[in-house]
């Protein structure tokens, strides 16, 4: 059976849902609600945490305990191995469940923020008549040069401007119906559409600071057998100096608009979308443009 007949018909009664799932992430976590608060001032937000050192439901109380109760929901989960397998079907179900109340639902990690190019995050998600829609996937890079420590209170094209599209990143975050999506959230079980018009910026090497520090606290992580198996999340366990050799070769590179680089990389994404044989849909994921920037 579809897994989309399951749910009753939708009866919506709020605007925007953002879910997320997170592990030690305050700094991401205060990015990520204050980015989503500057463009849905009266988005919600169901956050999954894994076992936090510090417990999410804290830095909520810290940083938004102006926001009213049921506007930051947070399931907390034990401390169990780490595993995408897991954390893609936590997040599926979590956003299935939202999209019953919620016009636009918005399901990514917490450092992967949804912005749209022109118009209001809201109405331009729902100008797109495709239950799924992926936005083009930024990879956004401090350019030291010009740019300074990142301000979580500030929008983000108005300080960080510089880095590279990526299919990886191209993901099916967006939502009008129930969905279920892979490891990641690379793949997901429906069709779906890309839109030119919303970018999801991944946000990890946005402060060289910051990523410095997460890069570090990463490598502790435990992983389950399951995704040992499967090699996912290798990246991880890679060397400091590599992970974070792309802010020098951002101050070095040559660079051209996004808005020239975009058709290209558009035609690419839908010309290698494509079913495989577990039922996911997907472009080929291993798409990068040259160094680019945003005027």
Known sequence: MDFRALWPARETVRRLACVTMVRDEDYFIEMYIKHYLMNCPDA???????ASTRPVSSVIREKFHDLAEGRVNVIRIPDIPFDDDFKSMALSSVGSMACAAYEIVIVSDVDELVVPLKGDLVGTCLALSADVIAPLGFEVIQNSVFEAQYDVDAPVFSQRKYGYFKSSQTKPVIWKAASIVSAGIHKCMYDYVFSRDLITVHMRFA??????????HRRQVMFSKNQIS??????????????LRFFEHITKADFSRASDIIPEFMEHLSKTKHRNAHGYFSPDLHLKTKYCYFD
């Open 44 to 50: 919600d937000f169901y956050i999954i945490d894994h």
């Open 207 to 216: 402060d060289r600071e910051q990523a410095r520090y997460r890069v570090s």
């Open 230 to 243: 499967r090699r996912y999340g290798v990246y991880w366990s890679v060397a400091e100096d590599v992970r």
